[in-house]
């Protein structure tokens, strides 16, 4: 499929991403890819049988750029002139064969990125070591650094950017909640304080009423015994008068 960019379709000046895989190019441009991209950080022309970069436009703030399954066999010093702010670049399953070819990309001081996987240079001897000595700016060379690390995802690396924004905050306005759980408490251990103080009155004053009733028993059963105790003595005084009675007659 030919794909065609008109003014019509596409306002220029605001697209910061740009995908035309599998599109085909005409003679090794996709018409309409143009300098009034201004704005474009991402482009991905992978598989659109591109043999060249001669005709790329001038994309000064392009940061990443996909042009995996291409014939592009050499001309990578227009990515410095045209690119200059390029920090990563995949040329897997092109056509690059030496080291020649690559070190045109020493020019590109903000590359940290680069994949020439399936490119036959990759069957070079100490492949890996030569890439990393010719361009000591990149970190990332087919995915892995230099020891065997694999590059994190874009995707992560804005998570974990937001992550940090995040914790930055959370440093700056303190642990959330932290002064709120501490007033909770306080009224916690206030709401017990005045709760035990109103057990401890309740149960000194059910003390004082039970010790009162057991005085209040007490005086009652001793009044009883007065009155008991009374009583007797009346009663003996009553057997005792008509014996009186009695030895008074007998005299």
């Known amino acids: 499929m030919l794909i065609k960019l008109t003014s019509d379709s596409l306002s220029y000046s605001k697209v910061t991403e740009l995908v035309l895989d599998n599109c085909r190019s005409s003679n090794g441009e996709i018409e309409g890819l143009n300098d009034s991209f201004k704005e474009l950080e991402f482009l991905s022309m992978a598989n659109v049988e591109l043999t060249s970069l001669a005709k790329l436009p001038t994309l000064s703030k392009l940061r990443k750029l996909e042009l995996s399954d291409n014939i592009i066999s050499g001309g990578l010093e227009v990515l410095a002139e045209r690119c200059p702010n390029l920090t990563y670049l995949n040329l897997s399953g092109n056509k690059i064969k030496d080291l020649g070819t690559v070190e045109a990309l020493q020019n590109l001081k903000n590359l940290k990125s680069l994949d020439l996987f399936n490119c036959e240079i990759t069957n070079l001897e100490d492949y890996r070591d030569s890439i990393f000595e010719l361009l000591q700016q990149i970190t990332y060379l087919d995915g892995f650094d230099q020891e065997d690390n694999e590059a994190p995802d874009s995707e992560d690396d804005d998570d974990e950017g937001d992550e940090d924004d995040d914790?930055?905050?959370?440093?700056?306005?303190?642990?959330?909640?932290?002064?709120?759980?501490?007033?909770?408490?306080?009224?916690?251990?206030?709401?017990?304080?005045?709760?035990?103080?109103?057990?401890?009155?309740?149960?000194?004053?059910?003390?004082?009423?039970?010790?009162?009733?057991?005085?209040?028993?007490?005086?009652?059963?001793?009044?009883?015994?007065?009155?008991?105790?009374?009583?007797?003595?009346?009663?003996e005084k009553r057997k005792r008068d008509p014996e009186d009675e009695g030895e008074e007659e007998d005299d």
């Open 167 to 235: 914790d930055e905050d959370e440093d700056e306005a303190g642990p959330p909640g932290e002064y709120e759980e501490e007033d909770d408490e306080d009224d916690g251990g206030s709401d017990l304080g005045e709760g035990e103080e109103e057990e401890e009155v309740g149960l000194s004053y059910l003390m004082k009423e039970e010790i009162q009733d057991e005085d209040d028993d007490d005086d009652y059963v001793e009044e009883g015994g007065d009155e008991e105790e009374e009583e007797g003595i009346r009663g």
